[in-house]
């Protein structure tokens, strides 16, 4: 599986953007997706996962309510709209795959990732 995230940049405190993870290689169906990120200096942090095939969806608490995982089975795509975003959101996301429909938090866990995204908030 091979994994293209886009479309993160600089957002101001409050506002929104929506992150991509495009898949090829194979049918997300298959997989569990989960959505990481990394703060400066700091570890690669869980955000949010999906159980593609059961739609089953899980959050950090500190996202909850503002964040949300979807799917486009069309486009074999996951998003990730983040809504009220904080300063603390700050950081390069990363989408991964796990190779069966298995959640975990877990990075290791993970067979296949993609290139980071920065998103950035500031005012």
């Known amino acids: 599986v091979q994994l293209q995230a886009s479309g993160g940049g600089l957002a101001h405190p409050g506002g929104s953007l929506r992150l991509s993870c495009a898949a090829s290689?194979?049918?997300?169906?298959?997989?569990?997706i989960g959505w990481f990120r990394q703060a400066p200096g700091q570890g690669r942090e869980w955000v949010s996962s999906?159980?593609?095939?059961?739609?089953?969806?899980l959050y950090t608490e500190s996202v909850k309510g503002r964040f949300a995982i979807s799917l486009d089975s069309a486009k074999n795509t996951v998003y990730l709209q983040m809504n009220a975003l904080k300063p603390d959101d700050t950081a390069v996301y990363y989408c991964?795959?796990?190779?069966?429909?298995?959640?975990?938090?877990?990075?290791?866990?993970?067979?296949?990732w993609g290139k980071g995204t920065l998103v950035t908030v500031s005012s």
């Open positions: 991964a795959a796990h190779r069966y429909s298995v959640v975990t938090t877990t990075p290791r866990d993970y067979d296949y």
């Open positions: 290689g194979s049918p997300l169906d298959f997989h569990a």
């Open positions: 999906m159980v593609v095939r059961e739609r089953t969806t």
